[in-house]
């Protein structure tokens, strides 16, 4: 994964737009439900995309062992694996954010 990749996802313009619609009181329902749906499509990419990293991780760790490698993983391959894992569990952590959301009427 490239650089920049990584520093769209850490970045303040997600979270600003995240909570943007908080922020602005013109915004309409139907702007804001426009404004959700488009958090929800991008949380899903985003979701699809580091489950994806997290599964690819994992394999190369996996192929390190007997009998296809020397049987032990290499350092640079477990912390891209928990990175990658850490990075799924933060989206699973928004994934809980919205579903609260729905859960007590606030987003619908």
Do not use: C
Request: charged fraction near 30%; avoid cysteine.
């Amino acid at each position: 994964m490239s650089s920049s990749k990584q520093k769209h996802w850490a970045s303040s313009d997600v979270l600003k737009r995240r909570l943007s619609w908080r922020t602005i009181p013109s915004m309409d329902l139907t702007e804001q439900r426009k404004f959700w749906r488009r958090e929800e499509q991008d949380l899903t990419e985003r979701y699809s995309a580091a489950f994806n990293r997290m599964l690819d991780a994992q394999a190369a760790v996996t192929r390190q062992f007997y009998p296809h490698g020397s049987g032990a993983p290499t350092r640079e391959s477990m912390a891209a694996a928990n990175q990658a894992r850490a990075e799924f569990k933060a989206i699973q952590r928004e994934w809980d954010r919205i579903g609260e959301e729905f859960n007590s009427g606030e987003r619908s």
